[in-house]
């Protein structure tokens, strides 16, 4: 059960604050759906061996009941950030709290 509410978990997403507006277009149809979040795109650092590498990984952590119901990272869904760009949705990964987590990939 969550700690949180809804209502708390709309603050923490809210664009007037920290947060970024985003349309979220899923590829089935059904129209596009616009919601805050919070958008990230850490430097993650990896190493094997002699062999190091740099990758940009970039999120959007939303509220799940914010999502299309029609939402499916493997159908080809985009998600447009406010004044960032256009991304593919390659994964959501729902924390069980309400919220859920877009991997994104290359910018559409």
Do not use: K
Not at 83 to 91: H, K, L, P, R
């Amino acid at each position: 059960m969550p700690v949180e509410s809804a209502a708390d978990r709309a603050v923490f997403v809210s664009a007037a604050d920290f947060g970024a507006l985003a349309t979220y277009a899923p590829a089935a149809g059904g129209g596009a759906t616009t919601l805050p979040g919070i958008f990230d795109r850490p430097t993650i650092a990896a190493a094997l061996n002699d062999a190091a590498s740099l990758d940009a990984r970039p999120t959007f952590l939303c509220r799940q009941a914010d999502l299309p119901a029609t939402a499916d990272a493997d159908a080809g869904d985009q998600l447009t950030v406010t004044g960032v760009g256009a991304f593919e949705v390659t994964s959501i990964e729902a924390d069980g709290q309400g919220m859920a987590l877009l991997r994104l990939g290359a910018i559409v």
